[in-house]
Structure formats: C-alpha cells, structure tokens
C-alpha cells in the first residue's frame, strides 16, 4: 500500500529564504508525483507534476524534483514570500491503485 | 472560467439525515473524485469515476454512494449522515482515470453532523 509522508508538518521562515519541503513515497511504482498549494479554507491549486520519467520541473521561483529509486521529491521555493504561506501537499499517482495518494502536508508560514 | 463548482459551500447537517454534495465540471474531463479532508488524516479518496456510466470505490466509501449519468455532474451522497462524516468534501476531476494527467479540485464542501 502506498503512503505518502511529508516533513516537516510546519515550518515557519523570514522572508527571502529558500526552502525546501520534503515528501517520501513507499512505493516507487508511480506515474507521477504532483505538488499542490491550499490556501487556509480553500481547495488545492496545482504547482508542478513530474512524470515518472522526468527528474525535475521548474514554475517560476518553484523547483520540484524526484528521485523514484530513494523514494523521494523535494520541492524548493526560492526567495520566499508572505504570498508563499500556506499547505503545501504531495501526491503520488501509484500504479498499484492507479489514484493519487496524498501527503499529510507541510503548512509553510514566511513572515515579513 | 473553466473549472469545478461545488455545492453547498457548508452545511450544517442533523445526524441521520440525507444529504447530497454536487460537483460539476466543465472541462469535458472523463474522470472525477470525491475526497474528504481531516486534520491530521490528509486527503482519502471515497469514490471515484472514471467515465460516464462507471464507478469505483476509495479508501473509505463506507456510508457514502456515487452515481455518473453524465460527463459533467459526480454527486455525492450520504444516505443517513453520522458524526463521523463531519470532514471538508472535495470533487477533482483530470482528463482520464488512468495514467499520466494532473488533477483539478474545487473549492470544497464543509460538512457538520451534529
């Protein structure tokens, strides 16, 4: 069964920093793996979705990347903003139930 | 504005009763989701269609059903509403139910079972 963790669960940075945020996948047999942003009360927008074949996508001051062997994706934000706060959740779509999995989320607070 | 509409945006909601949560899309996707959303729990996918006609079972379907007469419309409903289901309810849909494609969420359902 595929599980999906995300660490840290919170994280609060100043303004300008770059970060990183971690998400670890059991099963390496997946087609994709997609990050998506939540805004407190609201649905999820989707960031980046890396093909099982593909390494890294970038979306402006965004970067995810994935490593399938070690089980693992990390998506960097850089310069980071008060616009950046949020959840932000991994998803893995696993071939075994052919559905995404999610994460648990990483709530990211920048502060001016 | 292509996309997902969700209805109601909250209920409040007696135990025991039924409700039905609507989810229309309007981007001709073949396939749609209901998820629900607790602290701590993540999102857990309940049921799932992957084409008009033809539905399929989540995580946790218990107490929920699911029905497809058409591309555009996935409701979903809870025969006779428990505590239990108190949750945020979201409809997603992508353009097909296997392989390769991103996902597109609506704004969500706030259900309270009291």
């Known amino acids: 069964k595929q599980e999906v963790t995300q660490i840290p669960a919170a994280l609060s940075v100043p303004e300008g920093e770059n970060l990183v945020l971690n998400c670890s996948f059991t099963?390496?047999?997946?087609?994709?793996l997609q990050w998506f942003r939540q805004d407190p009360g609201k649905g999820l927008t989707s960031l980046l979705l890396?093909?099982?074949?593909?390494r890294e996508q970038t979306s402006g001051r965004l970067n995810a990347s994935l490593d399938k062997s070690s089980g693992r994706s990390t998506l960097y934000i850089a310069a980071s903003q008060p616009g950046d706060s949020a959840t932000y959740l991994c998803?893995?779509?696993?071939?075994?139930?052919?559905?995404?999995?999610f994460g648990t989320g990483t709530r990211l607070q920048v502060f001016p | 504005i292509a996309g997902i509409t969700q209805a109601p945006t909250s209920q409040i909601l007696a135990a025991g009763r039924r409700m039905t949560l609507r989810c229309t899309q309007d981007?001709?996707?073949?396939?749609m989701y209901w998820y629900r959303q607790d602290l701590g729990l993540g999102l857990r996918l309940i049921h799932y269609?992957?084409?008009?006609?033809?539905?399929g079972k989540g995580e946790v379907p218990d107490g929920y059903s699911v029905s497809r007469a058409n591309t555009d419309d996935f409701p979903l409903t809870l025969a006779s509403a428990v505590p239990s289901q108190t949750s945020v309810y979201f409809c997603?849909?992508?353009?097909?139910?296997?392989?390769?494609?991103?996902?597109?969420f609506g704004s969500g359902t706030r259900l309270t079972v009291v």
């Open positions: 997603a849909s992508s353009p097909q139910g296997t392989g390769n494609y991103g996902y597109t």
């Open positions: 099963d390496s047999a997946i087609y994709n």
């Open positions: 890396i093909q099982s074949s593909q």
């Open positions: 998803a893995a779509g696993t071939y075994n139930t052919d559905k995404l999995i």
């Open positions: 981007m001709r996707h073949n396939a």
């Open positions: 269609s992957n084409t008009a006609g033809t539905t």
